[in-house]
């Protein structure tokens, strides 16, 4: 497993900037992920942040630092602050080489489920790059990223398999959208159940 943390860095940092434009107004716009508001998308993404980052330091088991619920107060009163902090700290916790070859509980694999820190930050990765699009098209602004971290991220989001139990509750992607990618990042959004072409009702003109 190649170490992706340089481009894991600029995935994350790409979504503090997009998260840190979000208004009160904007946290009941729909997203791509099927039954959440952008509120709830960036009360999940926070609070994959922080068990990411407590499973790093050793501390993955603890069930209540992957609860979204006990962020969604805070993501409501102050979206883009609280984002920061939980994106930043997983940043920190991932600097320390030793969290290559940590071992990383992540209990929404399922019971005792461990990982080998590399793979572990893999998965991370590519759950940063697409929803840093989900909020992206949720806002209705351009969504980019430097080719080279698009190229990283394509194989190890085309290594997801694809089946029926993508269609089981609590599934991290819905099933592969059939139909060819125009660019390495279309082929990821499609291999892991989005669409490109998907938009909101609305749009504005704010750009990244």
Sequence with gaps: MPDVRPFHRIAVLKSITLVDSVRAADLDAPTPCAGWNLAG??????????????AARGFGDDAGVWRADAVMGAISAD?????????????AAFADDAALQ???????????ATFPGAIA????????????????????VAYTLPDD???????LALAVPDGDFREQPGAPFARAVDAAG??????ILRHLGRSPDWA????????F
């Design 79 to 91: 979206p883009g602050g609280t984002y920061a902090d939980a994106a930043r700290d997983v940043l």
């Design 102 to 112: 940590a071992s990383f509980a992540l209990p929404e694999f399922g019971p005792n």
């Design 149 to 155: 971290v698009v190229d990283a991220a394509l194989p």
């Design 41 to 54: 998308l960036l009360a999940h993404m926070t609070a994959q942040h922080r068990g990411f980052s407590a």
């Design 200 to 207: 909101p009702e609305y749009s504005n003109e704010r750009v």
């Design 182 to 187: 125009a660019t390495n990042l279309d082929r």
């Design 121 to 140: 930050i893999g998965f991370h990765f590519i759950d940063y790059v697409v929803h840093g699009w989900d909020v992206a098209e949720s806002l209705g």
